[in-house]
């Protein structure tokens, strides 16, 4: 086993700036050792509010913080805008693109991205949500539908575009549906003259049998009713099985429905990222079904006592029956751990293994409704809503952020304007989502298995 040296500037190799990553950086900056962030973008996104620049709600940047300036008072810290390719743990290395680093540690936060249950064929027509560009490329296809239903004369093909399928019916699922539902119901309603916006359908998949399936069944119960108020069609215990030529193919028992629509939006699950298999290749990590690595109770890989995996792409099962779910605080408090566990253990000292106290969860459906699980107290409504926006402000990296948020949220609520409503990119690229995707494919999947949603 590689134990922690105890040279003066011990190397510390941070892998990814999200939640963990970052966090473990941010912890470290006054502690005797040399830190390096290595990350392909330059900035952390704050992910849980993408889904509001995917609806016109916020900007990119207003949910972004470069890392050099949130790090830049870290004097021991260096940032590098670079990608690793591979691993050598018996030689502590990581392998970049252009060149290779020495580490004493390393701590693994990639994340996870969006998972199709092996037809990747429908990426093309069914963009997930985990990055700036998926959901620039959600909002251009949300907006482009409207805009195409407005010059459309055909009634059929007028109803497939403003048919919005999302697949997934988890907290991205429902936070999108219910955004795109007061979009039309309220924001664009007096926009268009050839269409009228509330009559757009906003259909919700779940393949369990019920939304929000990690939530107690009373607050799912909640928030579906409040998706009905929205006017959301919600369909339960409901697998797709095919996405292609302008229709989704579902089936709910023996039922199938053939749903014609333009824009379907995936939230369905997620796959790790790479490094899982680097690990698993190079060092023997064991991963899950999804591919995320089975840590030690104190975040390491067995054999590896200075590697470490944080966040999304670890499968922490030590703390109760099932896995730490993949959520912002705890791959907070992993970062903040192991760079305790590391000042410690270049004393002489350890830690206890880590633990997480989980503070609650919440998910929002759309303005005055949200639903909020502390443990000891499970509500929904206006106060829940009112938590979950202070939650998110608090949880902002920077202070411009949640200042310029705050004031956004603040006109949205009053105005019902979303002022990020832009259709970006080149109009060739818009023109092809009339194209018949069909070409997008090698095939039919229809002889594939379901996909359940969950």
Known sequence: MVELSEQKMHHVVVVGGGFGGLYAAKALGRAAVKVTLIDKRNFHLFQPLLYQVATGTLSPADISSPLRSILSQNKNTQVLLDEVVDIDPQQNKVILKAQELAYDTLIV????????????????????????EDALEMRRRIFMAFEAAEKETDPEKRKAWLNFVIVGGGPTGVELAGAIAELARHTLKHDFRSIDTTEAKIILLEGLD???????????????????????????????????DHRITARQGETVEHIPTRTVLWAAGVKASAMGKALEQRAGATLDRVGRVRVEPDLSIPGYANIFVVGDLANFSHQGDKPLPGVAPVAMREGEYIARLIQARLKGADLPQFSYTDRGSLAVIGQNEAVVDLGFMKFSGAMAWLIWIFAHIYFLIEFDNKLIVMLQW???????NRGARLITGEMSSMLTLDVDVKSDYSGSVSNKAPVEVN
């Open 109 to 132: 936060a990639t994340g996870v991205s969006h998972h199709y249950f092996g037809n990747d064929q429908w990426q093309p027509t069914a963009p997930g949500l985990k990055t700036v």
């Open 210 to 244: 019920r939304v929000l399936p990690p939530y107690a069944p009373e607050l799912s119960a909640k928030a579906e009713a409040s998706l009905l108020r929205l006017g959301v069609t919600v369909k339960t215990k409901t697998l797709v099985t095919n996405i292609e």
């Open 410 to 416: 603040g006109w949205n609520y009053f105005t019902s």
